[in-house]
C-alpha cells in the first residue's frame, strides 16, 4: 500500500462547480499536511497548509480527519484557471523529516 | 528577485555519460532537496541536505551523486549507474527542516538520455 494515496482523475467539472478530492495516508504518525498545484510541465507551488481544524482560503477549504487518516480538499465556483494536478503532500518526523506526495489528482474545470 | 533557478530547462545526454544538473537559489534557505517525478506519479526525494557540507540519501539515491559545497548551490549529478535517468528533475529549497517548512520549487530539469 502507497504511503500516500490520490484519485488520479481526471476529474472534469463544468465552471462554477463545487468538486473535493481526497487523500488518504498511512502513517498514523504524519504531522503536517499540505495541498500543492502543479501545472502541467511545471513546478509544484504551495496552494495551502492543512490544519487540524480546517482552513478555508478564499473558495479552497482543506480538512484533515486524523481518524480516518485522510485529507481533503474543497474547491467551490471552479474556474477554467483551476484546472491543475493537485498534490497531496504528507510529513512524519522519525529522526529525518520524511516529506511524501501523493501523486496528483488531475483537475479538469471545462466551459 | 528571489528564488530557485534550475538550468537547463532540457538536457539530452547519450547512454552511459554522466551529466550534472544545476540548481541555486538567492532565498538564503538552509536546506535544499532534489526530486524526481515521473509521468503520473508524485516527486521522489533523491538527496537532501540540512546544511553546507551535509548531505543525505533520499528514497531513491542509486546512481546519484550531489554536493553542498556553499549554501546557495546544490548540484546532482546523475550518473551512468542510474538505470532510468530519464525523468523531471525538481530541485526545492525550505527555511529549515522543520515540519512546518514550506519547499520552494525551481522550474525543473526534463533530462531524456537515449
Known amino acids: 500500500r502507497k504511503e500516500v494515496e490520490q484519485d488520479p482523475g481526471p476529474f472534469n467539472v463544468p465552471e462554477g462547480a463545487t468538486v473535493a478530492f481526497n487523500c488518504t495516508y498511512s502513517n498514523s504518525a504524519s504531522q503536517s499536511f499540505f495541498w500543492y498545484r502543479q501545472d502541467c510541465r511545471k513546478e509544484p507551488k504551495l496552494l495551502m497548509s492543512?490544519?487540524?481544524s480546517g482552513n478555508e482560503d478564499g473558495r479552497f477549504t482543506a480538512q484533515l480527519n486524523r481518524a480516518s487518516q485522510y485529507i481533503s480538499l474543497l474547491i467551490r465556483d471552479s474556474k477554467l484557471s483551476d484546472s491543475a494536478t493537485y498534490l497531496c503532500?504528507?510529513?512524519?518526523?522519525?529522526?529525518?523529516?520524511?516529506?511524501?506526495f501523493g501523486s496528483g489528482t488531475r483537475l479538469q474545470v471545462q466551459p | 528577485d528571489g528564488g530557485i533557478t534550475q538550468s537547463p530547462k532540457y538536457l539530452f545526454r547519450k547512454e552511459g555519460q554522466n551529466v550534472t544538473l544545476s540548481c541555486e537559489q538567492n532565498l538564503n534557505h538552509d536546506a535544499m532537496y532534489w526530486y524526481r517525478q515521473d509521468p503520473g506519479q508524485g516527486l521522489r526525494l533523491i538527496y537532501y541536505?540540512?546544511?553546507?557540507?551535509?548531505?543525505q540519501k533520499g528514497d531513491i539515491a542509486e546512481g546519484y551523486s550531489v554536493s553542498r559545497e556553499k549554501k546557495e548551490s546544490f548540484p546532482l549529478t546523475v550518473t551512468s549507474a542510474q538505470k532510468n535517468p530519464t525523468a523531471f528533475y525538481l530541485c526545492a529549497s525550505s527555511h529549515g527542516t522543520g515540519v512546518d517548512n514550506e519547499q520552494y520549487f525551481g522550474p525543473g530539469t526534463r533530462l531524456t538520455v537515449t
Open positions: 492543512v490544519y487540524s
Open positions: 503532500v504528507v510529513i512524519f518526523y522519525t529522526g529525518r523529516r520524511a516529506l511524501t
Open positions: 541536505s540540512q546544511i553546507v557540507n551535509d548531505f
